[in-house]
Each structure stands twice: as structure tokens, then as C-alpha cells.
């Protein structure tokens, strides 16, 4: 009736071969079947003694009608097998009860006998079952005999006494027999929970039974009513089994996916840690090993940070712990591995501090090192020359470009060398191109050599060399460069064969406050062509005579201009009709709101695409600047139809000025032009270029200085030039409206131009606010996208800003003015009285703090301090008695006398006592009153 679940209490074996234990099991196993097998044929064969000797005892009497149903009854139950528990039974009770309660005792075994063997016999007619499993059938039937026989012993019809001692025999009877089945079979005690769980279940079904036995002494049928219960055990098993079959398979899949992550995260690449807020380690996964060992790891990660990364990686950490739940982010550092070295990292961490499962940090790490490595080669690479190691001209241009800047802040010099080997060409034709490399390496190695650790050795292409001295007096410099020279004069054994090297150079030397990168360079290249010039061999020091473009034998060259790639772009654009076009912007007067001219701009028509500056910059460095500029003064120079009465501007380098490609593309009458050169252009202080500039002005044309106020060469070449046109760069333009600084600015430069019979324009003009402030504050000239973008000629203006310039102008007639606010209340007063009043508003426009008018007489004009040790102390101790520490004094007329006050010992400014001596002269009618 019950079956709990059988267990191997063999023991285990030890020390075997693989083989050895498969074929002990195997023996094992049979042995165990075998036994089984005895044991079950022993209990089917006393069954049939057992029975069978009951049935005959009782005088072989008939089953009757009422058994075949139960038979047919008891084989349906017998298929239905229900978990208890820790064991399994079927609901046989239900058909036990009524068979004990409706048939005769004795044949009470036989009936339930043949129950069990006609439910199996489907299975073995299947081959689901082998035949004798049949015969076995009956040693499941040996709970029957006991309760048959207890029933017989009581009489035909029992109380309830008799059916529950029936039921005490069966269980009693049940677990005595199956156990020893069981230890017959196995050769172990049999688990004493499951018999438990099996016979409370049992108990429960019995009144059922009962019920149906009952009712079956009226209608014998209603027997069958045991089976819509037994249908619903045998859903609720079904049932079971598929949610244990289901939940097994998800506990296998989910066993799987955590081992299978297990699996990875362990054998990872990557290191994950879980980290406290603070950095403390928690828990560690993945590549361990290679940072931390195989130990406990306890601690802090910044332990393990390099000390230079330590600071940075906490606040790092810190960071991300103040981000949102679930964010992360990234940070690179150095990280101490097992063998003591440090290795870069790239690391991630997410903010799990508020995650209910991890409640940490969550980093993931991986080793960039060789990345980092290969990134460093790349980076040498880029500016590092292959053949010999050293800098290279990027790199060369970078060191002299932030050596400048340190002189300007360090009150330092810096100087640059340029060396040229000679007839070099001649060692590659006669040795070839490897010996030529040889002699280059051979080069860098002395030069490097002879020079400082704080110097920088380059190679700038081909055989050129380039030393950048930092920090080096003038003659120290020379010596240093006559050094470099001096190193070459050893030959050099190459292919059996001594060679001589000799080389020219020219050293360049920038005074303390130089900024000009490319006017440096430009200068030493000039002056070690000048060595070449002069024979070769030799140091030349740069002088100011080698720049001239019209000297003998020279023309004017640039340190960049030996690049033949940049050269042939240059060249191919001068001999394209297409390649450079002009567009035209308008230049409003802010004054009328009408075009006061326009200014031309040059476009290339190239890819890639580089803006108009970068293409003039590689034009000069290729020594081809002169004609492009002449090309694009050409262009803007064509177009016809320019409205009368405005002007034309184009924009020039000074240096250009004196070329003669220029001077041919301009006309002999230059009244409607104007000539713009930036500020920072103007640096040089060339003669010539100003000798060039009086003599375009000779001819009509204006000069306007551009990007005045950008930051380059300050007030003081502004004021050497005296342009005609001062235009105002857009930095000083953009927000205007609402900086006082710079509002102030551009009010000094409208000052200082009408002094000096100039006009100011501000350029890029974007909104109306910056072109109603520049009208306001007098601004003649003004262009920009708010008034009319770049186009064709002649682009019209836009109609918003020429009516914000017109009302702008309208305002200003209404006005007031500081004199206004000043004479205003004394011209409308006719007493002195009548000014009590205004007279508070008066000391604040004079820069007092109190104005007193006094008409009992006139007095010499002069100013009062407290704090002037020469100044009368009795005088000075009225002064503090009235609360204040300086008094201006002035007459007013022959009558009177005007005071003003201040509470602030300081000089009275001459704009503020001007200012007083206006309102004296008004006050003196009031006086005389």
C-alpha cells in the first residue's frame, strides 16, 4: 500500500581506479535487484498460502456480485498514486472499507489480490512492465488478510469498535510486512515519517468508505461514489506532479544560469569589486589574482592606487557615490598588482548603494596597459622624427610656441637654431639613400649630445635640424649654437670611407616679452639662409636687414616653406580662376542707418574646407602669400556697380605692403579705399611698412586697423599708426549691452579717435541690444550678421537694423545730459532758495556728499584736505567739526562762493572741479539777486 523512497547505505570506497568502482556498482546493483526480487516473490508467494488457506478455512465461500464492482472499484484506485508526505500511497481504502463491511472476510483478500493484478495488466500487455510483475502484484495485497481476518474474528455486521480495530490490523500488518520487504530487499530499516504521513491519510479516507458501504446496502451502485473522489485525487496528483516537474526545471535552469555566471564572472578578464562608500573592499570576482593574489583581501582599494592617482580616485569614488541609484561612470588610474608593479586600469563604477541586494559601489576593471603602451608609441610617433628619434617639426613648433609663453611670465630668453647640412644631396647620389640616413642619425646623436637636458633637438625634414634654447642669454646662445656646429667637424667612418659633414646655421634670439611663434622661426630660417649665402659652413645671428624683401640676393622666406605638398596646393589654387571668390558685407553707418561701404572677404573654394586665415597662413609659409593676397585683392577690386558715396575695404598683411605683387593689383587712385591690417600684425615695426603705408595714404587711401582690442599688440601700435578706421573686435562687441567694462572701453576708444580724427566701427554686431548701445555711445561705423550677412555684391542691409538705428538717433535728442542735469534747476530757479531743494542731487553729480552756496562775499578757488599736514589747522578742525575731510572751493563771480563737501578724504578730480566752475558761472545771476 505504501512505498517510501529506498536508500544505498552501502559503503563508499576509497582509493580505487576509475574502473574499479563502476564495476563494484554495478555488481552492487544487481545484487540489490536480485535481492528485491526474492523478497518480492517471498511475500507474493505467502500471500497465496495466507489467502488461500483463509478461503479454504471458511469453507471456500462465494465472492457474490457486490465484489466484481469492488474489484472493478479497487483495480481504478489502485492506478491513483498520491504523495503523503515523505511517502507515496494510493486511496485503496476507499475500497477496502466497503469490501470488509459487504463481503465475506475470507474472500476479502482474494478480491483485492485480483484488483491489483487486473490494474496492472495493462502495463504488461504494454510491455510497460515485464510479465511477472504480475505475480509480484499479490505481495501488495498482504494488508488485506489482517483486516479480514479481524472481521471474521468479530461477528458479520461490526460496530465501529470492530471496523477501527480492522484498520489497526491493516496498519499494523502493513508496516510489519513492508518493512520486511524492505529490509529484505535493501537491507535497511524502512523511513518511519513516510508509514506516518500514509496511515493519517488512510484514516481520513476511511469514513468515506464507510459512508459509501452503507449506502450500498440499499443501492448496491452507490459504491461507485468513492470514485468522483478518487478522480480528484488523480487530478490533484497530475496536478502536483506538473508543478513539481515545473518547479524542478526552473530550480535546474536557475541552478545553471548561477553557475554558468559564476562561471564567467570567476573566469573573467575584467576584475568586479564591491566596494563600501569609503572604498573598503567587500567582495571580489573575476581577474583577482593579478592585483590581489589568492589571500583574504581586507582593506581599502586606494591601498592599492598609485599614490599620484590616490587623491583623484577618491574623489572619484566619492562622486559617483553622490550620483542617482544605477548611474556610472569612468576614470582611468594606476593600480598596484601583485608583483609590485603599478598598471593602468579603466574602470566603471555604478552606484549601487541603494540597491537592496548589493549595497555598494559595483567598479569593474580592466588592464589598459598595453593599450596605454601602444597609445604612448602612437603619440611618439606623432611627434618624434622615425629615422632618428628625435623631436620632430610638430613637435619642435609646439616646445618654442610654450617656451615663449614661459619667457613672457619668467622674464626669460628663448632662442632657436636652424641648422642645414651641406651638400647633403651629393652624399645620397654618390653612397645612396642608407648611407644618407647613417649620416642624418650620426647628426642627431651629436647634436643631442652637446645639448642641455632642458634643450630640444629636432629634425624638421630632410636635413634640417632645429635647438630650442630655453633660458639662455644672448651670447651663451651663440656659443651654444657654435657648439653644435663645432660637433660636426669629426668625420664620420661610413662604408669604409671617412666622410666630413659641415653644416650652416642660424640662430634667432627673442627678447624677453616675445609672442610671435612663427616671426621667430621666420627669423632664424632667414638667418641661417643667410650662411648659406655667405659661403656655407658658418653661424649667422638674425638681423633685421635679412627680413627686408627688396635686399640684394634675398627674398622672403619662412621656416615652413620647404613642404612641397603645401607648396603645390598653394600653386595649383593661384592657377585656378576658380579657386578664390569674394564676398561682400556691408558696413552701416550708425549715425543715418544708410551703407557706408563694404568690407571684402575672401572664400576658397577648396576641399577639405579651411577658413580664409588658415589658407593665407600656408600661402606664406610656402613663401606664395604675397600672391595670394595680390589674387584676392584682384577679385575684390573687379566688381562694378558699387553705390555711389561708400567705400571699399580689403584686408592686407603689412607685410604684403611692400610687395610688388601688391602694389600691381592696386589702381593709381585710392580715395574710396580703405586698407584693414590686424593689430597683432602690426608687432613688427618694419620702416618699411610704414614708409609703405604713408604712401598708400599719399594716394587717398584710409587705414583701419582690425581686431583692435583682441589682445595682441595693445594700445601702444594704435597709437603708432594713427588709423583712420579703428574697428573694434567682436570680443569687446558681444554683450555690451549689459558690461559696463566694456561699454566703458569702447566709449575711451571713441574718445581717443575723435581725437585723433578717426572713426570706430564695431564688428560683429548680432543684436539689436549691442547696435542701440554702440549708437548710444557714438560708435560711427558698425557691421555684423544683425545688419547684413556675407554675399554678393552689393548685398542691401537688413531693414530691422537700419530703423533701430534711426531711433536710436531720434533718442538722442531727448536725452539728457550730465551739463543739463547740472545748469537745468539753476536756469528754471530765480532765488537761491528755490535750489534748497535740487541741492543733494547737485553734490552727488559734482562727486560730494554736500553743496553749500554762500553769497557774503567771494573767495579764492582751492581745495581743503584733512589729511594735508600743510593745510591750516583751524580751517582743517571746521572741516571735521561739519562731519567731512575735503572741501572744494570757487568763486562765484565778485559776490559769492560755491562749496562742496566730502565726507571721503581725497583730491578733487579736474573733470569734477570743471564741472563746479559751470555751475558757478550759473549760479553767479542768483547771487547777484
Not at 129 to 152: E, K, N, Q, T
Not at 707 to 736: E, F, N, Q, W
Not at 876 to 899: C, D, E, K, Y
Amino acid at each position: 500500500m505504501s512505498r517510501p523512497a529506498k536508500r544505498d547505505h552501502s559503503p563508499t570506497l576509497v582509493g580505487r581506479s576509475s574502473e574499479q568502482p563502476e564495476a563494484i556498482d554495478l555488481a552492487r546493483s544487481r545484487r540489490v535487484a536480485r535481492r528485491e526480487l526474492i523478497a518480492e516473490a517471498a511475500a507474493a508467494a505467502s500471500f497465496a498460502v495466507a489467502a488461500g488457506a483463509f478461503w479454504a478455512l471458511a469453507g471456500f465461500p462465494a465472492p457474490g456480485v457486490p465484489a466484481l464492482s469492488l474489484a472493478v472499484i479497487c483495480a481504478l484506485l489502485v492506478r491513483i498514486e498520491l504523495a503523503a508526505g515523505d511517502g507515496h500511497t494510493r486511496p485503496v481504502v476507499l475500497a477496502l472499507v466497503p469490501m470488509l463491511l459487504l463481503l465475506a472476510p475470507a474472500t476479502v483478500p482474494l478480491v483485492f489480490a485480483a484488483a491489483h493484478v487486473a490494474a496492472r495488466l495493462p502495463d504488461v500487455l504494454a510491455r510497460r512492465a515485464p510479465a511477472h510483475r504480475l505475480a509480484m502484484m499479490l505481495g501488495d495485497s498482504w494488508f488485506a488478510v489482517a483486516p479480514a481476518l479481524a472481521i471474521a474474528a468479530t461477528g458479520a455486521h461490526p460496530a465501529l469498535l470492530v471496523l477501527a480495530i480492522a484498520l489497526a490490523a491493516q496498519m499494523t500488518a502493513d508496516f510489519a510486512i513492508s518493512s520486511l520487504r524492505f529490509r529484505a530487499a535493501v537491507g535497511a530499516r524502512p523511513p518511519l515519517r513516510g508509514y506516518v504521513w500514509v496511515y493519517v491519510l488512510d484514516l481520513l479516507l476511511a469514513p468515506v468508505g464507510l459512508l459509501a458501504a452503507a449506502a450500498a446496502h440499499d443501492e448496491p451502485l452507490a459504491v461507485f461514489a468513492v470514485l468522483p473522489l478518487a478522480a480528484l485525487f488523480a487530478v490533484f496528483a497530475h496536478e502536483r506532479k506538473g508543478r513539481i516537474a515545473n518547479a524542478l526545471a526552473l530550480q535546474q535552469l536557475t541552478a545553471r544560469s548561477r553557475d554558468r555566471l559564476q562561471a564567467i564572472v570567476q573566469h573573467s578578464s575584467d576584475l568586479i569589486v564591491v566596494l563600501e562608500r569609503d572604498g573598503s573592499l567587500r567582495t571580489l570576482n573575476g581577474a583577482v589574482a593579478p592585483v590581489f593574489g589568492g589571500d583574504e583581501h581586507h582593506g581599502s582599494l586606494l591601498d592599492r592606487v598609485h599614490p599620484d592617482d590616490a587623491a583623484r580616485v577618491s574623489g572619484f569614488l566619492a562622486a559617483v557615490a553622490e550620483r542617482p541609484s544605477g548611474e556610472s561612470a569612468e576614470e582611468e588610474w594606476r593600480m598596484r598588482c601583485e608583483d609590485g608593479t603599478f598598471r593602468h586600469i579603466e574602470a566603471v563604477v555604478t552606484n549601487l548603494l541603494g540597491d537592496g541586494v548589493v549595497d555598494g559601489l559595483v567598479l569593474t576593471a580592466r588592464d589598459v596597459e598595453a593599450r596605454k603602451r601602444f597609445e604612448d608609441q602612437l603619440r611618439h610617433r606623432a611627434f618624434h622624427d622615425e629615422l632618428t628619434g628625435l623631436a620632430n617639426r610638430a613637435l619642435f613648433f609646439d616646445r618654442v610656441e610654450h617656451a615663449l609663453l614661459r619667457g613672457t611670465r619668467e622674464d626669460a630668453q628663448v632662442a632657436v637654431v636652424f641648422v642645414d647640412l651641406d651638400d647633403f644631396k651629393a652624399i645620397n647620389d654618390r653612397l645612396g639613400h642608407a648611407a644618407g640616413d647613417r649620416v642624418l642619425q650620426e647628426v642627431a646623436e651629436r647634436f643631442s649630445a652637446c645639448a642641455r637636458t632642458a634643450d630640444t633637438v629636432a629634425r624638421l625634414g630632410g636635413d634640417e635640424f632645429g635647438v630650442l634654447l630655453e633660458g639662455v642669454p644672448g651670447p651663451r646662445a651663440v656659443q651654444a649654437a657654435e657648439r653644435l656646429l663645432e660637433a660636426l667637424r669629426a668625420p664620420l667612418e661610413l662604408a669604409g670611407e671617412e666622410i666630413r659633414i659641415s653644416a650652416s646655421a642660424g640662430i634667432a634670439i627673442g627678447a624677453a616679452d616675445a609672442r610671435d611663434v612663427e616671426d621667430l622661426l621666420r627669423k632664424g630660417d632667414l638667418a641661417m639662409y643667410e650662411a648659406k649665402r655667405n659661403g656655407k659652413r658658418r653661424l649667422e645671428v638674425f638681423e633685421p636687414e635679412m627680413a627686408r624683401a627688396d635686399a640684394p640676393g634675398r627674398r622672403p622666406l619662412t621656416w615652413f616653406m620647404r613642404s612641397d605638398e603645401q607648396h603645390d596646393e598653394i600653386r595649383s589654387l593661384l592657377d585656378d580662376p576658380d579657386a578664390l571668390t569674394m564676398a561682400f558685407q556691408p558696413i552701416m553707418d550708425l549715425r543715418t542707418g544708410l551703407i557706408a561701404g563694404y568690407e571684402a572677404l575672401a572664400r576658397f573654394n577648396r576641399t577639405p574646407y579651411r577658413s580664409p586665415d588658415q589658407w593665407f597662413a600656408q600661402a606664406h609659409r610656402c613663401g606664395l602669400g604675397f600672391a595670394v593676397e595680390a589674387k584676392a585683392l584682384a577679385a575684390a577690386l573687379a566688381p562694378a556697380g558699387r553705390p555711389a558715396g561708400t567705400y571699399l575695404s580689403v584686408n592686407l598683411s603689412p607685410s604684403s605692403l611692400t610687395a610688388l605683387e601688391i602694389q600691381a593689383a592696386l589702381p593709381e587712385r585710392l580715395d574710396e579705399l580703405v586698407i584693414e591690417v590686424t593689430e597683432n600684425e602690426l608687432a613688427s615695426g618694419d620702416p618699411a611698412v610704414a614708409a609703405a603705408i604713408a604712401a598708400l595714404r599719399s594716394r587717398g587711401a584710409r587705414l583701419a586697423v582690425d581686431d583692435v582690442g583682441a589682445g595682441y599688440a595693445g594700445l601702444t601700435y594704435v597709437m603708432r599708426l594713427a588709423p583712420d578706421v579703428i574697428k573694434l573686435d567682436r570680443a569687446l562687441i558681444t554683450g555690451i549691452e549689459g558690461d559696463a567694462v566694456k561699454a566703458a572701453l569702447v566709449s575711451s576708444f571713441v574718445r581717443y579717435a575723435r581725437e585723433i580724427d578717426a572713426t570706430v566701427c564695431g564688428e560683429g554686431i548680432e543684436t539689436l541690444a549691442e547696435l542701440t548701445t554702440l549708437a548710444g555711445l557714438d560708435v560711427a561705423y558698425g557691421q555684423g550678421y544683425l545688419i547684413a550677412r556675407p554675399g554678393p555684391p552689393w548685398t542691401p542691409l537688413q531693414p530691422a537694423a537700419a530703423e533701430a538705428c534711426a531711433v536710436a538717433f531720434q533718442a538722442a535728442f531727448a536725452e539728457a545730459n550730465v551739463a543739463e542735469e547740472l545748469t537745468a534747476p539753476i536756469a528754471r530757479a530765480t532765488t537761491l532758495d528755490e535750489l534748497d531743494g535740487g541741492l543733494p542731487a547737485l553734490a552727488r553729480a559734482l562727486g560730494g556728499d554736500e553743496v553749500r552756496i554762500f553769497a557774503d562775499g567771494a573767495a579764492p578757488p582751492g581745495q581743503l584736505l584733512a589729511g594735508d599736514p600743510g593745510a591750516d589747522a583751524g580751517q582743517v578742525a571746521a572741516l571735521l567739526a561739519a562731519g567731512h575731510r575735503s572741501q572744494l572751493t570757487l568763486p562765484i563771480g565778485a559776490t559769492g562762493r560755491l562749496l562742496v563737501y566730502s565726507r571721503a578724504d581725497r583730491p578733487w578730480a579736474r573733470f569734477q572741479i570743471a564741472r563746479a566752475r559751470m555751475v558757478a558761472s550759473q549760479l553767479e545771476r542768483l547771487v547777484q539777486v
